[in-house]
């Protein structure tokens, strides 16, 4: 079992603290960092379990998508903090033959659907997913 930070309503004013690797070769450290914004409703291209937060201050990137499994922290603006939950994970992993003799996989973790493919990469939904659902 795992525990992770449920999705904070959209247009909630929020401090989001959380963790990364470094990018650096040969640096195994991880980075810390807190961004604050409100809370955007998730669009069909944003994936399953990310928070996505308008920033609200001036930067090139105002649009955030932090996976909330990356999540230390989250605190509203009234003060108050975000409950963590408990998760069951349940993964499922399937081999799928692509229509051109590529093999894909695709994963059900908690009813969260993703395959290797490119069209899933770029759709976020493909024929492979709707194929394993079918069964």
Same mark, same amino acid.
């Given at each position: 079992m795992i525990t992770q930070?449920?999705?904070?309503?959209? +247009?909630?004013? #929020?401090? /989001?603290?959380? &963790?990364?690797?470094?990018? #650096? %070769? !040969?640096?195994? $450290? /991880? =980075?810390?960092? *807190? *961004?604050?914004?409100? /809370?955007? $409703?998730?669009?069909?291209f944003t994936p399953p379990n990310f928070v996505r937060i308008v920033t609200d201050f001036e930067s090139p990137v105002? /649009?955030? &998508? *932090?996976? %909330?499994?990356?999540v230390v =922290? *989250?605190?509203?603006?009234? !003060?108050? %903090?975000?409950d963590k939950k408990q998760i069951t994970k349940q993964e499922k992993i399937?081999? #799928?033959n692509g229509s051109r003799g590529s093999k894909y996989v695709v994963i059900n973790s908690n009813n969260i659907w993703s395959c290797t493919c490119p !069209?899933?990469?770029f759709r976020k939904s493909c024929k492979h997913i709707t194929q394993t659902? +079918? =069964?």
């Open positions: 930070f449920s999705l904070p309503d959209p +247009g909630s004013h #929020v401090a /989001v603290t959380f &963790e990364f690797p470094s990018y #650096v %070769l !040969g640096q195994s $450290k /991880v =980075n810390r960092t *807190i *961004i604050t914004g409100i /809370v955007e $409703k998730a669009t069909k105002r /649009v955030r &998508e *932090i996976p %909330l499994q990356r =922290n *989250i605190q509203y603006s009234d !003060g108050r %903090l975000a399937y081999s #799928v !069209g899933f990469q659902q +079918g =069964n």
